[in-house]
């Protein structure tokens, strides 16, 4: 797929969900909030890229502690829910930009911090990306990535991915710590430091979140039941489709 179709397809897989992220549980709750404000504790002078902003939580939670926040996205529908949300909580200093993560339009060195939450998976190219991060961070400037990632087994990751492009077609990969770590030290960031954590997915908003069909909701729960008692213990799949799945928190400076 060229990247300006990858575009259009995540342009209207999330610009006709955007209202239902800014509600979604998963994406509005989370340990990983606190750390990201801690790391802003002391930097109120600070500019945030949130890059891949979806429905703005990561931007909601640092724009008071901080002076300006770019938050950033390809969906322009879902920049309008974040504007809207923004002034309805009195968030000034929220900025929407619309744009993909490998061609960032921001000038070399604009941010003290690049925030990214649940976005990397659907990026064309994860390298060009991280090598834009770099580009846009400034000398000694911090990036934190937050995402879902295989769990490097090769049955468990034909799984994943598997399921994660039926509910939602504008799905890339999820990437395994390791393809992290070289992506990212490949574009020239430090690695300081990497955190797993469990995330619990109900099936049921997991699959309405995106409007998932009916067929190919059917098809992801036909393929949980087919896989091998190993598939559904590692990711503790329950009767009804939920299930649990990896993320990675990493964080990064130049």
């Not at 945030?48 to 990561?58: R, T, Y």
Request: glycine residues 8%; contains cysteine.
């Amino acid at each position: 797929m060229t990247g300006k179709a990858h575009t259009a397809v995540v342009q209207k897989q999330f610009g006709e969900q955007a209202s239902a992220y800014l509600s979604s549980a998963v994406h509005a709750q989370g340990a990983e909030f606190a750390l990201l404000q801690a790391e802003l504790a002391g930097h109120s002078d600070a500019r945030v890229l949130d890059l891949g902003c979806g429905a703005g939580h990561v931007s909601f939670h640092v724009a008071p502690l901080v002076k300006k926040v770019a938050a950033y996205d390809l969906s322009q529908q879902m920049l309008d829910v974040v504007a809207a949300a923004a002034t309805e909580r009195g968030l000034n200093n929220i900025a929407t930009v619309c744009g993909a993560a490998e061609s960032l339009p921001f000038a070399d060195g604009e941010f003290d911090f690049v925030f990214s939450r649940y976005s990397a998976h659907h990026w064309s190219d994860l390298g060009l990306a991280l090598r834009e991060v770099r580009r846009v961070l400034k000398p000694g400037g911090v990036a934190a990535f937050i995402d879902v990632i295989s769990p490097g087994s090769p049955l468990f990751d034909t799984y994943l991915q598997s399921v994660e492009v039926l509910r939602d077609t504008s799905h890339v990969r999820d990437y395994s710590a390791g393809e992290w770590l070289r992506q990212v030290n490949e574009a020239g960031l430090h690695v300081r430091s990497t955190q797993r954590q469990r995330l619990r997915l109900e099936f049921g908003s997991w699959v309405e979140r995106m409007r998932t069909p009916q067929p190919l909701r059917t098809a992801i729960r036909d393929l949980q039941q087919a896989m091998g008692a190993e598939v559904r213990e590692y990711f503790e799949i329950e009767a009804d489709g939920s299930f649990s799945t990896d993320v990675l928190v990493l964080w990064a400076e130049r």
